[in-house]
């Protein structure tokens, strides 16, 4: 009889990767090293997540934040080791975080806490809610400087006069099952086009959210963005009715100097500031009620962020001849995708110098390689560009939260891609 098959290495044996081939000409070795784990094609999905991602759910069931990066060059199988293929009953990093989360939840957090579930898409400058059919979305920042995602704009009212600002649409899972059934049917609104390496690549950065939540916590997280709308709607009245009163007491001249004719309507004035108050005090009231609502549950608010990159995009040799054959709105498309993914280094790089502290490891899955690192809100004067990007302005808000980060680089293991593999690794 044949001698059984060797186990397979545990993928936190080897925690570097060795890389053969010819650069100009000759033939040259690479190492890098600094991983957490190194998964080969013997391994599956199932160790992927053991190492990268498993490790990091009590921090979601605690009430905080973990991450879990996909980055590899287009068609090196960043979307199957995170979303998996249902269809050939492979499941991905996302679907076996939630098995895991809803199996703990109601001893850690409640019988009350469910899971709500946004996936969006980010594309150039535009967020899309693809939970709500590809519904147009804003990122912005609120009076307490916290980034928020705000849903369509909707008027009502005579005339469209009232201006209502939609929450983004959360699907609320109690299994696994309806969980990705649901992924599935969003992901499918997907972006999606032909790149120099693949016929179906990832065009768009993918954001799936999964929060342990409430009702009564969801409740009160949609009255707060509703209320933001309110508020901010009211601001903008406010400078409108300051700017006809000041017009009145003020005249421009020949000469392009403003002048008084009039005396200001300082009463007038202080009603208006008044207003603008109260619709301060109104919002900052139902702000409060959202975070007594996350208080009253432990583990509300915890939140599991899988990132799916949008495949790097490299016009290098070999590459060189297909990528002139691009149009210049997909040569845009890849300057866009590369432009967004150096914010994202150079945030990481910030916060990793904020706290005087070098990056944790990093690994591979099947020819990937997941890297950790512990993700704060960089200090010692260290200003982290969040606005480089809308891909870093959407992530600001979890990864200053101190996230437990993991990226999973994916590789390919051939020769021809050899310049793609070192790029993604170097990134990882």
């Not at 696994?176 to 499918?188: G, H, K, R, S």
């Not at 502290?357 to 010692?380: K, M, N």
């Amino acid at each position: 009889p044949s001698p059984s098959p060797s186990p397979s290495p545990s993928p936190t044996d080897v925690r570097a990767v060795g890389l053969r081939g010819e650069q100009h000409g000759r033939a040259q070795v690479w190492r890098m090293g600094g991983f957490a784990g190194v998964l080969e094609a013997c391994h599956s999905n199932e160790d992927l997540f053991a190492v990268a991602l498993a490790p990091r759910l009590g921090a979601v069931l605690a009430g905080g934040t973990a991450c879990v990066f996909a980055y590899g060059h287009t068609g090196s199988g960043k979307t199957h080791s995170l979303l998996g293929y249902r269809a050939r009953g492979q499941a991905g990093l996302y679907q076996m975080a939630a098995a895991a989360l809803l199996r703990d939840m109601a001893a850690r957090c409640g019988a009350e806490a469910v899971l709500a579930v946004r996936l969006y898409e980010l594309y150039g400058r535009e967020v899309v809610d693809l939970m709500d059919g590809r519904a147009a979305c804003a990122v912005r920042e609120d009076a307490s400087g916290v980034m928020r995602v705000r849903g369509p704009t909707v008027r009502r009212g005579e005339h469209g006069s009232r201006v209502e600002v939609r929450p983004p649409r959360s699907f609320i899972a109690r299994s696994a099952e309806e969980l990705a059934a649901a992924v599935d049917a969003a992901a499918a609104l997907r972006r999606v086009g032909s790149s120099s390496l693949h016929d179906e690549s990832s065009r768009s950065h993918a954001v799936l959210e999964m929060e342990v939540v409430t009702p009564a916590l969801m409740a009160a997280r949609e009255a707060t963005v509703v209320a933001l709308g309110e508020y901010t709607e009211a601001g903008h009245g406010c400078d409108g009715e300051l700017r006809a009163l000041m017009s009145r007491a003020y005249a421009r001249q020949e000469d392009g100097s403003w002048q008084q004719v009039a005396e200001v309507d300082s009463a007038a004035v202080a009603a208006v500031e008044a207003r603008r108050a109260a619709a301060k005090a109104r919002y900052e009231a139902v702000e409060a009620r959202e975070r007594e609502a996350a208080a009253a549950t432990p583990g509300a608010g915890g939140t599991l962020v899988c990132v799916d990159l949008a495949g790097s995009e490299f016009a290098e040799e070999g590459f060189a001849a297909r990528a002139a054959a691009q149009s210049a709105a997909a040569r845009k498309e890849a300057r866009e995708i590369n432009k967004s993914l150096l914010a994202l280094k150079e945030c990481i790089r910030a916060l990793s110098a904020g706290r005087d502290a070098a990056p944790s490891s990093s690994g591979s899955a099947a020819g990937s390689a997941a890297a950790a690192t512990e993700g704060a809100a960089g200090g010692g004067g260290v200003v982290v560009p969040w606005r480089n990007s809308h891909l870093t302005m959407f992530l600001r808000r979890h990864l200053q939260r101190g996230a437990s980060t993991a990226m999973v680089a994916t590789a390919s293991p051939s020769a021809r891609h050899l310049r793609q593999t070192l790029n993604t690794l170097r990134y990882a």
